[in-house]
């Protein structure tokens, strides 16, 4: 089992830029498809971005791709999400997830088996 806690969130103003990092214990992410999730009140949690198990590819929803960017870094045990030119709608609670099965990163919720608690983005206008 591995277990995920997020860092990084807070409040930013719009066109700023953030670093959301997500550790994880336990195991190590190498042997597993890493992603980013967010959820704004209200609404349905989303996928934002995707990265494999070597870095190889990486998936990004459309509607962020160009200002967003997922890294990893299976030594530290860490994956990042850099976010630039941000908006008031970007405004969610992010949550970094793991999927164990799978052979590339996928938008699809279920697929992902372990998830953190999440952290708190606020982009004021």
């Known amino acids: 089992q591995v277990q995920l806690v997020e860092s990084g969130g807070g409040l930013v103003q719009a066109g700023g830029s953030l670093r959301l990092s997500c550790a994880a214990s336990g195991r190590t992410i190498s042997s597993y498809i890493m992603a980013w999730f967010r959820q704004a009140p209200g609404k349905e949690r989303e996928f934002v971005a995707g990265?494999?198990?070597?870095?190889?590819?990486?998936t990004y929803s459309d509607s962020l791709k160009g200002r967003f960017t997922i890294s990893r870094d299976n030594a530290k045990n860490t994956v990042s999400l850099r976010m630039s030119s941000l908006k008031p709608e970007d405004t969610a609670v992010y949550y970094c997830a793991a999927d164990g099965r799978g052979l590339r990163p996928t938008i699809t919720l279920q697929q992902y088996d372990y998830w953190g608690q999440g952290t708190q983005v606020t982009v004021s206008s």
């Open positions: 990265i494999s198990r070597s870095a190889s590819i990486t």
